[in-house]
């Protein structure tokens, strides 16, 4: 009787390490390196016809020149883009 309870009781200390150790790997950070995300080569950016993009959220779907890869484009090509209104 006393070897049934001691095997039970390993067996069920061998099930709550595996629970804990499974849940850990589950949360763990991911640590791959990932390359950056590269804009679309298919993609043309058009210079805003003002110098300041409203980007005032609001309903509906997000606009796409407030999006931050054709902002970036603006600020890095376009001589009038002074930045995002809100």
Partial sequence: MKNKAIIISIFLLIILLALFLGS??????????????L????????????PWIDCMPGPGTAKPECAAE?????EQNCENFEGVAY
């Fill in 39 to 50: 804009p679309d080569a298919d993609v043309i950016y058009e210079c805003p016809e003002t």
């Fill in 24 to 37: 850990r790997s589950v949360n763990a950070p991911d640590t791959s390196p990932s390359s950056p995300e």
């Fill in 70 to 74: 054709y902002l970036q484009w603006a």
